[in-house]
């Protein structure tokens, strides 16, 4: 981080950062009292749920040292949203626990600058949070609205459901990897790929509209597959995939078939939703496909648990099934503390 020009207090820093420059406050009925006091205030309709989820982001963990302080601001946020919007929840505030080095003037503009538009557009108020000194860690508690009884869990997979995923997977992976050296990509392709790293999109409108359709779903932060296996042990189900079927970007598809499918199937960060639905949903669902302009792709099917720990099945392109040590890496996700 750049040096400070002039030096600031914490609560300057809050001030002037973090508790003006943003409407989604006024915007928002549900908080009659947002930054600046004790605690915050949320107004509770008696027939709603509040979710709840925190994540934290820690620098050359999870960005790069010297990220650019406005994408990381957006993103800081959209991971959390990503979350609200895998069970259906209306995005109500956050909150920002903040560690840095130093109380870097330049990078505090672009940082607030990147979080507050995306808090904006979102309708998300920030309503609260800490600073301190420390290595560069952004936490982020966000809170959002979901009618009573329609949260969508991931316990909720039936035999016999599809499964679904918004978008396209796999982009974030690939540039990461042109980043770190690892595939030359053109300038062209790797500006294409990473806007899906640094400016992923919470699909907030798709998980409302899931609702009632929806058994069960998840966002996909470290991997298709690997989050895939957190709904079928939740559900005590097995999943069998087509790989053919997963869906990828004309980028993507630029690369050997090996590195499609690991990124595709494995690779992470992609902040989509999957999802899995009866299949009396499918006009339903692709009706919402077009309401919304996003691609939702059917990719397989959740079929009985064979043993005792529930598994992906994975069919390849000749639509055999492929053994577990073909399908081994294409099952590994993002571990924080093994990856």
Not at 229 to 237: G, M, R
Not at 287 to 298: G, H
């Amino acid at each position: 981080m750049h040096s400070p020009s002039n030096p600031i207090g914490e609560f300057d820093l809050i001030e002037r950062f973090f508790k003006t420059g943003t409407s989604a406050t006024e915007q928002n009925e549900n908080i009659p009292l947002g930054i600046g006091d004790d605690c915050a205030l949320i107004k509770q309709a008696t027939d709603s749920e509040i979710a709840i989820t925190t994540d934290m982001l820690v620098e050359g963990r999870h960005f790069f040292a010297g990220a650019d302080p406005e994408q990381l601001g957006r993103k800081a946020l959209a991971v959390n949203l990503s979350d609200l919007a895998a069970m259906g929840a209306e995005p109500l505030g956050f909150t920002l626990a903040i560690a840095m080095p130093k109380a870097d003037i330049a990078w505090l503009e672009a940082f607030s600058k990147g979080l507050l538009d995306s808090a904006n557009l979102y309708g998300c108020p920030l309503i609260g949070g800490d600073t301190t000194a420390g290595p560069l860690t952004l936490s982020i508690t966000a809170l959002g609205n979901i009618p009573q009884g329609k949260a969508i869990r991931r316990s909720g997979a039936k035999i016999e459901d599809d499964v679904w995923v918004s978008g396209n997977v796999g982009d974030a992976r690939l540039a990461l990897a042109a980043l770190r050296h690892e595939i030359p990509l053109s300038a062209e392709d790797l500006k294409q790929v990473e806007k899906r790293m640094h400016q992923p999109t919470p699909r907030i409108e798709l998980g409302i509209g899931l609702r009632d359709i929806a058994t069960a779903a998840l966002d996909i932060s470290d991997g298709l597959l690997g989050d895939l296996n957190h709904v079928l042990k939740q559900s005590q189900v097995d999943a069998q995939i087509f790989l053919n079927q997963i869906p990828k970007s004309e980028t993507l598809k630029k690369q050997s078939t090996d590195i499609q499918n690991q990124f595709a199937a494995s690779g992470g960060d992609d902040y989509e939703i999957c999802f899995t639905a009866p299949n009396h949903q499918r006009e339903a669902i692709k009706k919402l496909s077009k309401s919304l302009d996003l691609p939702l792709t059917l990719i397989g099917r959740i079929i009985p648990i064979k043993n005792k720990n529930p598994q992906v099945h994975l069919i390849n392109s000749d639509g055999a099934t492929m053994s577990a040590i073909e399908s081994k890496k294409l099952l590994q996700s993002f571990d924080h503390f093994s990856s």
